[in-house]
Structures are given as C-alpha cells and as structure tokens.
C-alpha cells in the first residue's frame, strides 16, 4: 500500500480515538469523583452504586446532548453553505470557475492547467469541487449528529462503568480505594493510549490525567465530607 494512503487513514483514525479517549475520561472522573462524593458522606454501598449509575446516565445523556446540539448547528451551517454555493452555480457559473482557478493558482497550480483542472470539476461535479475545495466540507467532515451524539454519550458510559464496577463488587470498607485506584489505573492506561496514537511521550500525559483524576474526586470526597455530616 503506497505510504500517502496509509497516512491519510492513520490521520483519520487518530482524530477518532483522541475524541473516545476524552469522552471516557469524562466519563471516569465525574462518575468516580460524583461516587467518591457520596462514598465519604455515608457508608451504603447501595446509596453509592445509585449515585453512580445515575452519574453514568446523566453524564451519558448530557454529552449526547450537549453533542447532537452543537454538531446540529455545524451541520445547519454546512447545509446554508451549500444551498448558497448551489444558488451561486445555477445564476454565475463563471463567476464560480473563476472562483475555483483562484484556488488552485493559490495552491500553486499554474493558471492555464488552473483553468483546465477547474473547468473540468466543474463539469465533473461543481457542487461536490466547491463544497471540497472552498467550503472545507469533505466526506469525512460532514457533520452527523447523531453519530457524534451516540458515539460521545458511548465513550462516556464506557468509561464511567469502571469505577462504578468497581463500587460494585469492592468491599464496603474498601469501597472508596477500590473507586479511586480503578479510575486512576484506567485513566493513567488511556492517558498511555491516546499520547501514542499521537505519537507523543506517555509518561507528562498519563501523570497528568492521573493527577487531575485524583484531585477531582479528592476535593469531591471532601465535599461529600464536609456536607454529608452536615445535612
Ligand atoms: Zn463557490
């Protein structure tokens, strides 16, 4: 397989993980630190595990939420570009050759071969080479909402089911180490994951999603301390 094609998969790839990465960390340290909370407010292991999963499903639905919304508006975007770029060839078709021959002179072509490339995406599919070449939308960038809402909200439950497992099946008095130590593991394991799909050194990014990790749920815990007792 010629190297380019390899790459440009690659490319895709990592943009993919990088963004399931961060949706599990989410996951992790909000359901962990939300479980941690109420761990250090009372001793039942049942009043936690409910926290938990009613941390996962909130959080869950939130990122989808949050996520459908603000892919829907990129998309509403996208698609007022085009209907523009449609109305544009239908009334100045010159106009948007020339449009495009200044793109490609721009990207180095020269003008006649500029020309001639133009003129023939245009009869090719002038919609499809303006949307590609002057509005940034590509196939892989188009935006899907529900994809991206389904895929975050997947990410974030995968990740916050950990150290609700954890909650689970640790002991009661042990319940609160068993919560911290799972998260961190699996925080400090993505952390490793997501800098080598990026090609970067692991140990600053595992140390500091790890500490971040550990000072979300230890200023939680205290929370839950401090407030537990009180009410
Ligand atoms: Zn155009």
């Given at each position: 397989m010629p190297r380019r094609h390899a790459e440009h998969h690659l490319i895709g790839r990592i943009g993919w993980l990088?963004?399931?990465?961060?949706?599990?960390?989410?996951?992790?340290?909000?359901?962990?630190?939300?479980?941690?909370?109420?761990?250090?407010?009372?001793?039942?292991?049942?009043?936690?595990?409910?926290?938990?999963?009613?941390?996962?499903?909130?959080?869950?639905?939130?990122?989808?939420?949050?996520?459908?919304?603000?892919?829907?508006?990129?998309?509403?975007?996208?698609n007022a570009d085009l209907a523009r770029e449609r109305q544009e060839l239908k009334t100045d078709r010159d106009g948007e050759t020339a449009e495009l021959k200044r793109i490609y002179i721009d990207r180095g072509l020269e003008p006649g071969l500029a020309q001639q490339v133009a003129e023939q995406l245009m009869a090719k599919d002038a919609i499809g080479a303006h949307a590609r070449d002057e509005l940034g939308i590509s196939e892989i960038s188009t935006a899907r909402p529900i994809q991206a809402a389904l895929t975050?909200?997947?990410?974030?439950?995968?990740?916050?089911?950990?150290?609700?497992?954890?909650?689970?099946?640790?002991?009661?008095?042990?319940?609160?180490?068993?919560?911290?130590?799972?998260?961190?593991?699996?925080?400090?394991?993505?952390?490793?994951?997501?800098?080598?799909?990026?090609?970067?050194?692991?140990?600053?990014?595992?140390?500091?999603?790890?500490?971040?990790?550990?000072l979300a749920m230890a200023i939680t815990a205290g929370a839950g301390a401090l407030f537990g007792h009180a009410v």
């Open positions: 990088r963004a399931a990465v961060l949706g599990a960390n989410d996951g992790i340290i909000s359901t962990a630190s939300l479980m941690m909370g109420v761990a250090a407010a009372t001793t039942s292991s049942g009043q936690i595990v409910t926290a938990g999963l009613a941390g996962l499903v909130a959080g869950a639905m939130s990122m989808a939420a949050g996520e459908y919304v603000s892919v829907s508006s990129q998309s509403d975007t996208e975050s909200a997947a990410t974030f439950a995968a990740g916050a089911i950990l150290p609700l497992l954890a909650a689970v099946f640790a002991p009661q008095r042990f319940v609160m180490w068993a919560i911290f130590g799972t998260a961190l593991i699996v925080l400090a394991v993505l952390g490793a994951v997501g800098a080598t799909t990026g090609g970067a050194g692991i140990v600053k990014p595992t140390l500091r999603v790890a500490f971040w990790g550990a």
